[in-house]
């Protein structure tokens, strides 16, 4: 390092190291902005090699342990074989009483809802903050979403939004677990025992995420996982149900699944449907599973990875003024979905988002944002000729247009970071310290 770029260093480790102050005096502390920035002419703050940032950021993570079972699968011509070797380990590690694989996150959303077993018209509270499927898949199964706000602290189901909307015809509440972060499903759960209404979960971000010990997924009635290729645990295409009684596994399974009921008790309720089950083929694909369990068996280390590097990144970040991360409860263990989302209070700051990921970006850091889709301003939603009576289109959902207008993102690292860490670090460090002037930009 030369001795400028080593002045240059002190003085940000000095920033840093009084951070918690600026923190607490917002404006008050300035890093002197002595330092171009690399959008004005300035020297690019992340040296570390294009091809490197590439190989610590790839998508999914395939290798030898995929490849040797697809082939083996291959050789064996037993491919159905690997859906309950599957569904067996995947049981093991989330503990649920019942597990299913579907075909994908969606097709398992498909069946919960049918498990379910409630009146046309009921209605099911669900994040306005969410994936299409999680609240049209209920249409087939004649249910109406109710839509509730996120908390802008976490981003997660705001429990306090679903209270102000219960309806005498709600039956379940959902849950999503957004970008890994598990909802607080001890609330959640009391709340809705309380009212009598199922707790549903939606775990497609949250693989290997618990709470009080607990894998998420398993904390409500019905759960479910995607396996889709950008998830936690890949499998390119996949997903899979669980279940906390025997009643609503049979039924999800059956709904999907047309050899089902044949394998269920005499007394079984759905034993009757056998050869039809309930109208969909939902099977997962047995490939699909083979690559899924290899992924299993490296979930926990690749998640411990990941966390170890977002933890050295963060707690230096959220020294900033105006930039915290997605709060998470001591008894809850989170995963990392997509990527890293950090909180800029722009409006706070002054800062436009633009300018900010523009500098960000300039300086080599993968800086981003993504607004999620606000599910009750889509067109479908608004129609009533799809749906049992007409989903209620909120006016205002304040938490949603927080966390929308409030993110960035910067990527996931896989693997030994620190350099690029420190980097990162510091390119934010030099922007931060430009931010008056960014905020006139
Ligand atoms: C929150 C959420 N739920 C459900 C799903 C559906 O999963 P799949 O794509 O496997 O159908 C997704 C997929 O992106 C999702 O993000």
């Known amino acids: 390092m030369s001795r400028k770029n080593q002045n240059q260093d002190i003085t940000r480790r000095g920033f840093i190291k009084t951070g918690g102050a600026v923190v607490a005096g917002l404006a008050a502390t300035r890093l002197a902005p002595t330092e171009t920035l690399a959008a004005e002419g300035g020297a ?15 998508w999914p993570r395939y290798g030898a342990a995929e490849k040797n079972r697809l082939h083996e699968l291959i ?16 049981q093991d590690y989330t503990k649920a009483p019942f597990v299913k694989c579907h075909m994908n996150g969606s097709s398992a959303l498909t069946s919960m809802y049918f498990a379910l077993d409630v009146p046309a018209g009921s209605e099911v509270m669900v994040p306005t903050y969410t994936f299409f499927s999680a609240c049209l898949a209920m249409r087939f199964s004649n249910l109406v979403p109710i839509f509730i706000d996120i908390d802008p602290k976490t981003a997660c189901f705001d429990l306090e939004d679903a209270k102000r909307k219960l309806t005498p015809r709600t039956k379940a509440v959902e849950a999503m677990h957004s970008w890994g972060l ?12 309380e009212k009598g209404l199922v707790p549903l979960e939606d775990a497609a971000h949250a693989h290997g995420a618990s709470m009080k010990g607990k894998k998420m997924g398993t904390w409500s009635q019905m759960g479910i996982y995607s396996f889709q290729t950008s998830k936690v645990m890949p499998s390119v295409e996949g997903g899979m149900g669980m279940y906390q009684t025997r009643e609503y596994y049979e039924r999800a399974f059956a709904f999907g699944h047309y ?14 449907y056998e050869g039809t089950g309930f109208g969909q083929k939902y099977r997962m694909h047995p490939l699909a599973a083979a690559v899924a369990r290899m992924q299993l068996k490296g979930l926990d280390a690749l998640n411990a990875l990941v966390e170890k590097n977002v933890r050295a990144l963060n707690d230096r970040l959220t020294q900033l003024p105006g930039l915290t991360e997605p709060r998470c409860r001591p008894d809850q263990k989170r995963a990392y979905y997509h990527a890293n ?7 706070k700051l002054g800062f436009s988002r633009d300018a900010l990921v523009k500098a960000l970006k300039a300086e080599g850091v993968g800086a981003s944002f993504w607004d999620y889709p606000e599910q009750h301003k889509l067109k479908i939603y608004s129609e009533a000729k799809w749906w049992h009576h007409p989903p209620k289109i909120p006016e205002k959902m304040p938490g949603c247009a927080y966390v929308n207008a409030n993110h960035i ?20 460090e030099k922007v931060w310290a430009q931010r008056d002037r960014l905020a006139k930009a």
């Open 44 to 58: 690019k703050t992340v040296t570390v090699s294009s091809q490197k940032i590439a190989a610590l950021t790839r």
């Open 259 to 272: 050899e089902a009921p044949a394998k269920f008790a005499k007394d079984s309720p759905v034993r009757a």
């Open 409 to 428: 993102f910067v990527p996931l690292f896989y693997g030994e970071a620190s350099e690029l860490i420190d980097q990162y670090v510091k390119a934010f």
């Open 182 to 193: 598990p909802c607080e499903m001890d609330h959640i759960c009391d709340w809705a025992n």
């Open 75 to 90: 050789d064996s011509n037993k491919f159905y074989e690997e859906l309950p070797l599957f569904e067996k380990e995947w």
């Open 341 to 347: 989302m950090l909180f800029v209070d722009f409006k």
